[in-house]
């Protein structure tokens, strides 16, 4: 038998009181900071919301943009830090990616806002409907985009690739530069060995003698004449048997409809950049030399390699047109889609009213008042 001291009553008593003093205490904090929180978190939300429909009529609270390190008027944007000046109350969040085919992919995976990305890319993102248009043009390819070949090949001319290893970024560009040469001098894809590699890769391969040539852009190409290479075609030289390149803007139809304010703004931002250039190309290639990690005269140097267009001149009919008459660029773009369909390289459609429907004119228009 138990026998309980009434002391211990007591005192078990006074602890049972204390106790529930405690986890009352406790609770109307718990409460209060769960009260509190709340009116926080609505406050939050409130201030949120207000700040995002107020943006909503000019730009959001982050832009994500999609770069490539090509020696244009892009690289001169970021590195002025325009884009941080012209939209204050955003976030600018700078993507780098190694090809055009990655551009897509991340549109698609609805991580970017803006692009860059050859035309043969946005071809391909045309005509699989991947949710872009196109409302600027960086640059027009040239001489910035050619065929190297290693010392050691034995190519002299483009029929010399048969059997030969040449790599190329897979949707890029350049890719369907390489093939456009392949059929022009004569012979079939499967004559010769493609290899899908980046820009980087293509470097280190053509360091360790893995491959006998690449068809690639700046700065990667100028390294791989440096280290011995011969270029035996060129982008502006296959542009004139008719099939135009160029590197295009895209921006997502989601970013467009919303935002058209700020499209605007980043049109108007990049217009900027090519008269920079080309009203002082010494600035111009001090921008883009700090980006691209070399030294400002070479950096003018590979820019001569491409064509830079003012939105006055991109609003002509042979580029982006008017809203009224899209731009020749769209058949442009359309005549690549059809022959990469034909050699198997297109998952998507050719329809006309595809490409034509992808131009966004309105924005270069805008800039010069047309």
Sequence with gaps: MNTTHPNNS??????????????????????????????DSASADTTASTDS????????SEIRIGYQLIPNGDLIVKNQGWLEEAFPDSTIKWVKFDSGGDVNTAVAAGSIDFGLAGSAPVSNGLSKQIGYKVPWIHDVIGDAESLAVT?????????????????????????????TAI??????????????????????????????????????????????????????????????????????DDFLNQYPDAVQ??????????????????AAAKAMAAELSISPKEALE???????????????????????APGELSAALQSTAEFLAELGQLEGDTDPQLF???????????????
């Design 302 to 324: 590979q820019s001569k390699g491409l064509e830079f267009l003012t939105a006055e001149e991109q609003a002509a009919p042979e580029y982006l047109g008017t809203p009224e």
């Design 53 to 60: 429909g107020s943006a909503d009529s000019s730009a959001p």
């Design 151 to 179: 010392a050691d090949s034995g190519i002299t001319d483009v029929a010399g690739l048969k059997g030969k290893k040449i790599a190329a970024p897979l949707a890029s560009t350049t890719h369907y530069s390489l093939l």
């Design 10 to 39: 007591i005192r078990n008593l006074r602890w049972l009181l204390v106790l529930a003093m405690v986890l009352a205490a406790f609770g109307l904090v718990a409460c209060g900071g769960d009260d509190s929180g709340s009116e």
């Design 265 to 282: 703004t980043w049109v108007d931002v990049q217009n900027r950049a090519v008269e920079l250039y080309k009203s002082d190309p010494q």
């Design 183 to 252: 059929k022009n001098a004569g012979l079939q894809p499967s004559d010769v060995k493609i290899v899908d590699l980046e820009p980087d890769a293509i470097l280190a391969a053509w360091t360790r003698g893995d491959i006998d040539g690449a068809y690639v852009w700046n700065p990667t190409l100028a390294e791989l004449v440096k280290n011995g290479g011969t270029i035996i075609e060129s982008s502006a030289n296959l542009a004139k048997q008719g099939a135009l390149t160029a590197d295009l803007a895209v921006v997502t």
């Design 356 to 370: 034509k429907d992808g131009l966004a004119p309105q924005f270069v228009n805008g800039v010069t008042g047309g």
